[in-house]
């Protein structure tokens, strides 16, 4: 049986030494699942609210626990994320914290696939789920919100599109990775990392994307596959809302200038992906960067779209975007999450299923996207949070 029995809630460290939720859900035939929230730096205005851990917790306690507890079946994912939502009482759930609810909720799911005896890409994406893997977008070179004094872009990432197994790709982008720091090392530029991962050199995004190119060039004849480029602009953070333009240090674009430059890059550089190219409240512009580049390069809305439902149908319904980026502590719930999973695909939107800048070692979002037939994962390319992640997606392609 899946009744849940027992929530236990308490703070522990992420990947930036902040606090953060960490949800044990136990259940009545000893199933057990663990989950902790992820948070972000460069946060969407739309996200659902991650309130103060020690808020967060008291008052899930409070609100949620006895909601679950004896109640529901942890086996019944929309009875959890219902009871979540029912003891929240928001449509953002700043009164127990998407940090609680996401954390219980993807718990909730771990005990449940315990109690099967089954992976927890099969409990939730079914047993012909697990012959196909995402591509992984591994953050190379990055700045913005990610690390002081660094590039304007906030992720370059390394692309492996041609690789013939998640695990050589994993492996390709961590080659890229050091082939990355090798380059900046021979140019006497040698930096310190950002909070992903990514190396975070002082220096301007012209000379990021030529040191990118020539390090997945180095990787692409070693292994022999196609090894693209893809951006995290991370444009609401370059945009000066009072100005109504994007700010590159001195550099500054009006909207359409901004358009031009994005399409631009993605014709120089062959991207394969580019990430929230603008403001997460121009519909109109992501729309009109679509019908201009959507058939060369997939255009996807983090900032814009938050994983939710709600604001992707809106740009289905304009033409917004042809990718949406999915952060399960965006929205708070996975039911929620697979919900906006479903929504993009019946669309023809491809889902990237995403870490956060500050991460934990917990795995969820691995098993997620093989659950859910995602054809990207963006998770980094080094460091323990990361590849925690990437190490889990091996094991699954190896059955382990
Ligand atoms: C992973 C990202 O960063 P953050 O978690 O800071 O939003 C992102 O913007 O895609
Ligand atoms: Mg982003």
Redesign the pocket.
């Known amino acids: 049986m899946t009744l849940v029995t027992d929530v236990r809630l308490r703070r522990v460290l992420d990947s930036r030494g902040n606090p953060t939720v960490e949800a044990d859900v136990r259940t009545e035939s000893g199933g057990f699942g663990r989950a902790k929230a992820?948070s972000?730096?460069?946060?969407g205005e739309y996200e659902a609210i991650e309130l103060p851990v020690g808020e967060a917790i008291a008052n899930a306690r409070e609100l949620a626990i006895p909601r679950l507890v004896g109640e529901v079946y942890a086996g019944n994912q929309r009875d959890i994320d219902a009871a979540l939502r029912g003891a929240d009482g928001t449509d953002d759930f700043s009164q127990i914290g998407a940090n609680s609810a996401v954390a219980i909720s993807m718990a909730a799911a771990k005990a449940a696939a315990d109690v099967l005896g089954a992976p927890l890409f099969q409990h939730l994406g079914g047993t012909f789920r697990g012959d196909t893997f995402p591509t992984p977008l591994g953050n190379v070179v990055g700045g913005g919100?990610?690390a002081a004094d660094a590039t304007h872009i906030?992720?370059f990432l390394a692309a492996p599109v041609g690789a013939p197994s998640v695990e050589e790709a994993v492996f390709a982008n961590a080659a890229v990775h050091a082939a990355v720091g090798d380059v900046l090392d021979e140019r006497g530029l040698a930096c310190g990392k950002g909070d992903?991962g990514a190396w975070a050199p002082s220096i301007e995004d012209e000379q990021a994307f030529d040191i990118v190119s020539e390090a997945t060039e180095i990787v692409e004849d070693d292994v022999g596959f196609e090894i693209g480029i893809g951006l995290?602009i991370?444009g609401a953070e370059l945009y000066d809302a009072e100005e109504g333009v994007y700010r590159y240090g001195e550099t500054v674009r009006e909207t359409d200038e901004q358009l031009a430059y994005i399409a631009e890059l993605v014709d120089e550089h062959d991207l394969v992906y580019v990430?929230?190219p603008i403001d997460e409240d121009d519909f109109e512009g992501y729309a009109e960067l679509t019908a201009r580049v959507g058939t060369e390069t997939l255009v996807c809305g983090?900032?814009l779209f938050v994983t939710n439902v709600d604001r992707l149908e809106r740009g289905i319904e304009m033409g917004a975007a042809n990718s949406i980026?999915i952060?399960p502590n965006q929205i708070g719930t996975l039911s929620d999450t697979v919900d906006a999973v479903e929504r993009a695909r019946r669309n023809g939107y491809d889902p990237v299923i995403?870490?956060?800048?500050?991460e934990t070692e917990d795995t969820t979002i691995a098993h997620l996207a093989v659950a859910t037939d995602a054809p990207f994962i963006?998770t980094g390319a080094v460091g323990g949070e990361r590849t925690a992640k990437l190490n889990e997606l091996i094991r699954i392609e190896h059955n382990a």
């Not at 972000?40 to 946060?43: K, Y």
């Not at 995403?354 to 500050?358: E, I, K, L, V, Y």
Request: hydrophobic letters at 10%; a negative charge; glycine letters at 8%.
């Open positions: 992820p972000g730096a460069s946060t919100e990610h906030q992720e992903e995290d991370a990430e929230d983090d900032d980026l952060k995403s870490h956060r800048s500050g963006k």
